[in-house]
């Protein structure tokens, strides 16, 4: 399987390095073997070639912070814009890992759209992408026969998106509910142990889980773009954040947590969708709920089905080898089922 | 897709029943057809009817209490045995559904080779026979190009090994451990809220979740089984009660219990799985663990892996819906993969 990468920080090399490191045993266990035929970042240059980069001197020179020192040979092309890549490179599978545009999903609706019309499946970890375009994306890949798949855009690698859609296959999915950002979670958690909001969120800067600008994470709305993305893949729903309630955990005080430990209870920053509608806000859940006991940066969600009632799923929700599997997870799932239906 | 069931008792008559619920909607989501064509029942009769059996007329009789009261009709063969049902029945799958013979597995073992030997799928909740028979029939059905699958026989249709066999796919995994007994779980559970071993015992009976005879439940023989059946998930092995370290939780006094609360920590009876060997024994987790905050009859199990780290699933581990449900993701499976690989 050829693969091209749009983006190349963490998740992308998290991938790249599993690809390097697992290379014996994917080809063992699943006859699956991939290469990396053109990779294209922002500001570190991008390189292709048709038979396939060499993957841990691609890792070498994005580690050193540049591209260019990608050794020559003949065949390699420097500088294609992620737009080339999408349409001319020579992959069978266009992976769209750049930063994520909250604002409008662009470029990479694009870029995703032109990769089904060249005949290329998409996977996807952009929760920008997928908030603005999951309709648009889905209708070209169905018309072009290829796969949309984005497992590593909620609970990075935690198979959340494969759960609900293949595993609870037969059951009917009424709601999902859940811990989906970490850093807000980590924060809570640091507050019981005694922080102030302002000191906890210090804390999480530091530790690198939060941006220096916090807002996407606190306010809510990576939490509500999950939401979202859930929203289609459970329930093949476009919903929009103009018809969400959403709010963060910039507001809760000490007392607010010493109130809801006295009463037996925990805050939880809970995403919630139903085949209805997508919401975000600050709950108080019991501390015998399964979500309760999620401490730290990791995530969870409890998917609320007719047959088997709540099934809850725990596990990472960053970090870039975590998200890098779930890349993976897809790759394997294509390999596996070849065109899609 | 035309069905057998050997047993059909709670287990088989939830599969009927969602068989009968969702016709429409399993036709409508993944053209996905049943019919009954076959039951056979220890001591209230069978009914073979190689065109298939109405189902609502089925679990009529079975509620009865006597499937001779199964009206005649043209075609319908009353009182073939569970072999000639194997053997001879129209079915394409063999579900084996019947009370689990932790001692030897028999007849299911032989009743499912003879179904591969005839062509047949098979699909399982029956412990005994994947604890005594897993080796045998895998090869079996590995002969045949049949599929073996087996999810409702641990956590009930809470799909534990379709997360570890296929959503984790990439991943190697290195351990599970879990709670996968129910009925240890409700009584410590009842014992933290004050109850002796004695009347949390009592109580598990009165509400049906523990049997007359609790030895295989409270002495872990039933976790040890499941340990069992998920070595051979998700590792391929076929481990013996002779060779693990088996502990249930009859020893636990209220002293116990009391003197892990105030450390912070509360018991649960883990069953431990890894390529080396399965366990099972009582083990105070600190009440911050995944598995910790599991309370009642609900089930959990934590996967290791290299890329994920730790991936706990929590849900029912009981119930004839719940374990029918697993039988059906199984049939739907087959349905979707077609003839084993």
């Known amino acids: 399987m050829k693969i091209a990468l749009i983006g190349f920080g963490v998740v992308g090399q998290g991938l790249a390095q599993i690809l390097l490191d697992k290379a014996?045993?994917?080809?063992?266990?699943?006859?699956?073997?991939?290469?990396?035929?053109?990779?294209?970042?922002?500001?570190?240059g991008s390189l292709m070639h048709p038979s396939g980069l060499d993957t841990a001197a691609l890792l070498a020179a994005a580690?050193?912070?540049?591209?260019?020192?990608?050794?020559?040979?003949?065949?390699?092309?420097?500088?294609?814009?992620?737009?080339?890549?999408?349409?001319?490179?020579?992959?069978?599978?266009?992976?769209?890992?750049?930063?994520?545009?909250?604002?409008?999903?662009?470029?990479?609706?694009?870029?995703?759209e032109a990769a089904f019309t060249s005949g290329k499946?998409?996977?996807?970890?952009?929760?920008?992408?997928?908030?603005?375009?999951?309709?648009?994306?889905?209708?070209?890949?169905?018309?072009?026969?290829?796969?949309?798949?984005?497992?590593?855009?909620?609970?990075?690698?935690?198979?959340?998106?494969?759960?609900?859609?293949?595993?609870?296959a037969g059951?009917?999915?009424?709601?999902?509910?859940?811990?989906?950002?970490?850093?807000?979670?980590?924060?809570?958690?640091?507050?019981?142990?005694?922080?102030?909001?302002a000191d906890a969120l210090a804390d999480a800067q530091r530790l690198g889980y939060a941006e220096t600008d916090p807002t996407a994470d606190v306010e809510g709305w990576d939490a509500a773009a999950k939401a979202v993305i859930l929203g289609a893949a459970l329930f093949g729903k476009q919903f929009a954040f103009a018809?969400?309630?959403?709010?963060?955990?910039?507001?809760?005080?000490?007392?607010?947590?010493?109130?809801?430990?006295?009463?037996?209870?925990?805050?939880?920053?809970i995403a919630e969708v139903t085949p209805a509608g997508a919401s975000v806000a600050p709950m108080r859940l019991p501390i015998t709920h399964p979500l309760s006991g999620v401490a730290g940066a990791t995530n969870a969600l409890t998917i609320?089905?007719?047959?088997?009632?709540?099934?809850?799923?725990?596990?990472?929700?960053?970090?870039?080898i975590q998200t890098g599997f779930g890349l993976l997870s897809d790759l394997l799932e294509i390999h596996r089922t070849g065109q899609a239906r």
């Open 243 to 269: 018809d969400m309630s959403v709010r963060g955990i910039s507001q809760l005080t000490p007392a607010d947590i010493s109130a809801a430990a006295a009463a037996g209870e925990r805050w939880k920053l």
């Open 63 to 112: 580690g050193s912070g540049d591209l260019a020192k990608y050794s020559d040979q003949p065949g390699l092309a420097r500088g294609a814009s992620a737009m080339t890549i999408a349409r001319e490179s020579a992959a069978d599978v266009l992976i769209e890992v750049s930063p994520s545009n909250l604002t409008d999903g662009q470029p990479a609706i694009e870029l995703c």
């Open 121 to 168: 499946h998409v996977v996807l970890a952009n929760k920008g992408a997928l908030l603005h375009g999951y309709a648009r994306l889905n209708a070209a890949a169905r018309a072009a026969g290829k796969h949309l798949l984005f497992e590593a855009s909620v609970m990075a690698g935690t198979p959340s998106l494969r759960l609900g859609m293949q595993a609870l």
């Open 24 to 44: 014996d045993d994917l080809q063992a266990r699943y006859g699956f073997e991939a290469q990396i035929v053109a990779v294209a970042t922002r500001s570190r």
């Open 171 to 197: 059951c009917t999915i009424t709601q999902a509910r859940g811990i989906v950002n970490g850093t807000t979670n980590y924060i809570l958690t640091q507050m019981e142990g005694g922080l102030s909001y």
């Open 304 to 320: 609320t089905t007719d047959l088997l009632g709540d099934v809850t799923l725990i596990g990472k929700g960053a970090g870039g």
